[in-house]
């Protein structure tokens, strides 16, 4: 059955759910045997939520998503359905409450489906730092997914039925799933979705976006679950473009279309080249394959320049500097008594909390933990977290002046093609930390990105990054429709 479905678009699939085309109950009992089977050979999710699905459909509304699976990242509370974070923390926690997206898509008519496999609290780029598995490429079994929202990226690529995931980037989390798996990838603009219901990371750099096969499925995902919302105070108050609309501005040209899945004139579009993000730590054939895709846009009437954007060099010390000490302010809360996982009490609190702490986070989240905690302390507060703090601002201005000049920016995804997990073991940290040398500066800028698949090196996908300027995603969203 999933043959029929294979190929067509989620909108193209709310078309025909609505003049009654589809049987839904066939459809899902078709569509959870396929997650089962894909399950057991990629473990792409921690918890199937079958049964509750299944009672979301008895009274779906009808809606921007009626009746389109979607499948959430662990880390993104959901009301009824198990949520860990990847960590055995937070193994038996179910919240009371939607995250403001999940309630937003499903009042739309949209089915959460279950929860996709992570690194634990975001905490790594190839997701082998789960408390659940490791999620597998779909391509090549032997590889990664990336990470942190592997799960997110492998599901979107494997399934042959219409599925929109929402999953979340901190540092990459959503652009390097994406690049490695095939698929398209939005990190919005931060502060366009709320983060109410997140599970955080680091506040000042989480942000939830969206995954999914086709741009136009991305656009509609978005449309849904962006919007300002009183329970976060980061939310942006800007009213929420329809990143559908029949009509877009890019650059300085106004181009009217019948169908917004319509490409868009692409003669008015500046696209800036940063030279920084072509080093020698860019594997060669990536450039190239890269290259080959910004001169396809070239030809169809973009001007093309190369640009610079200086600090790039620090912003991976400044991202996990200000990442990690933010996460360890924000895990502080997992200590056994207020939140998770919980031991007899026993000697006093300090090691009551560092045994709950030692059996149930995973080498990483300690790492991370540890580490933030000494970039805050006393006597080593300005020499790391303050100076982080000023390099942020820093690659923002970088930001803002390219941004004067170009449309876009464009880039690799990431350095490399999805590595083998053999060649993941052998990674020292910072080796793990510096696979986001192309995605924690976008990141830190807290500008929107779309990782789009523009071709193939030994067989496994490489992405394009499509970077815009802030509240631009309607801009990076119709460069994406031609790639």
């Known amino acids: 059955m999933s043959k029929k479905y294979s190929g067509m678009s989620v909108s193209d699939f709310i078309s025909e759910s609505k003049k009654g085309n589809i049987d839904t109950l066939n459809f899902y009992g078709a569509f959870f045997s396929e997650i089962e089977k894909l399950q057991k050979k990629y473990n792409y999710f921690v918890t199937i939520s079958q049964d509750s699905a299944m009672e979301q459909l008895k009274k779906l509304p009808k809606g921007a998503l009626t009746n389109i699976p979607i499948s959430v990242k662990d880390n993104i509370c959901t009301k009824g359905i198990r949520t860990t974070a990847g960590s055995k923390i937070l193994e038996s926690y179910v919240p009371p409450f939607d995250a403001t997206c999940i309630e937003r898509a499903k009042k739309e008519g949209g089915v959460i489906i279950g929860k996709t496999v992570q690194d634990e609290f975001g905490f790594g780029t190839f997701s082998v730092n789960s408390a659940y598995g490791i999620p597998k490429n779909p391509i090549d079994i032997q590889r990664s997914c990336g990470g942190s929202s592997g799960g997110a990226g492998g599901i979107t690529a494997a399934l042959e039925f219409p599925h929109i995931a929402i999953a979340e980037s901190t540092g990459g989390s959503i652009s390097a799933p994406a690049a490695f798996c095939g698929v398209y990838g939005l990190t919005p603009t931060y502060g366009r979705v709320s983060r109410y219901g997140l599970i955080d990371y680091a506040s000042s750099l989480d942000k939830i976006g969206v ?64 030279r920084e993000f072509f080093g020698s730590e860019i594997n060669e054939d990536i450039k190239k394959v890269v290259w080959t895709q910004i001169k396809t846009l070239e030809s169809e009437g973009a001007k093309v320049e190369e640009c610079s954007l200086p600090n790039t060099e620090f912003s991976i010390p400044a991202y996990y500097i200000i990442a990690m000490a933010e996460a360890s302010t924000n895990l502080a809360k997992f200590c056994g008594i207020r939140y998770g996982a919980t031991l007899p009490l026993e000697g006093e609190f300090n090691e009551y909390f560092s045994k709950v702490r030692g059996k149930y986070l995973g080498e990483e989240a300690k790492r991370r933990i540890i580490l933030g905690t000494y970039a805050r302390m006393a006597g080593y507060r300005d020499k790391y977290y303050l100076k982080a703090m000023k390099v942020r601002q820093l690659i923002i201005n970088d930001y803002k002046q390219a941004f004067k000049k170009y449309d876009i920016l464009v880039s690799p995804t990431m350095p490399f093609i999805a590595p083998k997990f053999s060649e993941i073991e052998k990674l020292t940290p910072i080796e793990h930390y510096y696979a986001d040398i192309l995605t924690g500066s976008p990141n830190l800028a ?31 969203l119709n460069v994406g429709r031609h790639i």
């Not at 500008?447 to 990076?476: D, F, Q, R, W």
């Open 446 to 476: 807290g500008i929107p990105m779309l990782s789009a698949p523009c071709g193939t090196s030994k067989g496994m996908p490489v992405g394009i990054h499509i970077l815009g300027n802030y509240l631009a995603e309607k801009t990076i």
């Open 211 to 274: 995954m999914a096969k086709k741009v136009d499925d991305i656009a509609l995902g978005l449309s849904v679950i962006a919007g300002h919302d009183a329970k976060d105070s980061t939310s942006l108050a800007e009213k929420v473009d329809d990143f559908q609309m029949k009509s877009e501005k890019l650059g300085a040209s106004e181009t009217k279309r019948d169908d917004y899945s319509l490409k868009t004139d692409l003669r008015k579009i500046i696209i800036g080249v940063p």
